[in-house]
């Protein structure tokens, strides 16, 4: 139970957590070699000792499974071959083992991965609230900012958080959906409500079945889609042109690809890029052929041979459908206010393809 509790706190915080630029400074210049008033820099840290203290909570705790994935070893093997060819990516290493440690932590540790989801619950009513607050120009911890951000400092890892709390919500209870939905659609971030929409619908499939109400939603859809990309045409159309030299980069080195970290692209018009709009791609660069497919099988075990029906076991599942979904257009293990809560729902998720007991 230790654990658990422990895991808890990490995912309270590690989206959210906020201090003003003091103290944590001289951390970060010992740790780092600078500070900066950057909060993804603090988080970055929260993300690292913290899991850090999962491992030595973990030596005090009885394992409740065996540790049985074959593919997180493909996946991490790749990782350390990567290393091996590309020796500068060594410093960035560090945060990619304590990624896979953390999903190994949660899959051998934790007892009642139910009562966890509930954390989820309280950050995306804290998101939602603060959302809110800044639509009406109150801005209580970030300076104002043209986007709505909620406590996630990006308007699209706000819709993301809000987009894999939705069907938890909805499954805990249905009225507490409400709650994510708000903040989603005050993000208007394309690149969570899409993927959204399409995971409910997965989840709602067996009432879509009736053929009248199939023909309304599609068309719901398809509208809805079609608005959502005319207005977000310059942001997409952006994401293409790094998308198109990103693939170009790709097909020179699509073996054994570049090494991790290491992605950067300069447009003609001298804006940096650092990441490359998506998950997939982000992996394809870094690895190569091998490590997306390693990463494809990886996702793809999360998801077969579930037996488990109970509701809360389909709105996890959905979860990370819709996670699934949302890396088509972002990197999101590259920030760790996602990556600490990401990690642990598909490490519940293997814990449910196991067939234990989630309640109703």
């Known amino acids: 139970m230790i654990f658990d509790l422990v895991l808890s706190i990490f995912l309270l915080l590690s989206p959210i957590i906020f201090t003003s630029f003091g103290f944590a400074a001289r951390y970060q210049w010992y740790q780092f070699g600078y500070f900066s008033n ?8 929260f993300f690292q000792y ?27 093997a790749l990782c350390i071959w990567s290393v091996f060819l590309h020796p500068k990516t060594i410093q960035n290493f560090y945060n990619i083992f304590l990624g896979f440690l953390l999903y190994y932590l949660v899959v051998t540790y934790t007892k009642n991965a139910k009562s966890i989801l509930k954390v989820v ?33 990006y308007k699209s890892q706000l819709g993301i958080y809000q987009a894999l709390a939705l069907p938890i919500c909805y499954t805990l ?11 989603l659609l ?6 969570a409500i899409i993927p959204a929409i399409i995971g409910m619908a997965y989840l709602f499939r067996k009432k879509i079945s009736n053929l009248r109400f199939s023909y309304i939603y599609f068309m719901v859809f398809i509208t809805s889609l079609i608005f959502l990309c005319i207005k977000s045409f310059n942001k997409l159309s952006l994401r293409f042109d790094v998308w198109v030299v990103t693939l170009q980069m790709i ?24 990441d ?6 982000g992996v394809t660069y870094a ?21 488990n029906n109970a509701l809360i076991a389909q709105g996890l599942l959905v979860s990370c459908l819709i996670l699934v979904l949302c890396g088509f257009g972002y990197s999101f293990l590259d920030y760790p206010r996602l990556a600490g809560t990401i990690i642990p729902l598909f490490a519940f998720l293997e814990i449910l393809k196991r067939k234990e007991n989630y309640e109703n």
């Open 50 to 76: 913290g899991t850090v203290m999962l491992f030595l909570v973990a030596l005090f705790s009885k394992p409740k499974r065996l540790f049985q994935d074959k593919y997180f070893g493909i996946l991490f």
């Open 276 to 281: 490359p709009y998506g998950l997939y791609l």
């Open 121 to 153: 619950v309280i950050v995306a009513t804290l998101n939602t609230l603060f959302a809110i607050l800044q639509f009406f120009h109150i801005n209580l911890i970030y300076y104002p900012k043209a986007d709505i951000i909620g406590l996630m400092s």
């Open 251 to 274: 097909f020179k080195k699509w073996l054994y690809g570049y090494g991790i970290g290491t992605f950067k692209y300069i447009n003609s018009k001298h804006i940096q890029y650092d």
């Open 186 to 191: 005050l993000s208007k971030s394309v690149t």
């Open 287 to 307: 690895l190569g052929i091998l490590g997306i497919i390693a990463l494809i099988l990886f996702l793809k075990d999360k998801f077969i041979r579930i037996k």
């Open 38 to 45: 950057s909060i993804n820099l603090l988080q970055l840290q």
């Open 173 to 183: 209870n249905p009225y507490l959906s409400i709650i994510p939905l708000i903040g």
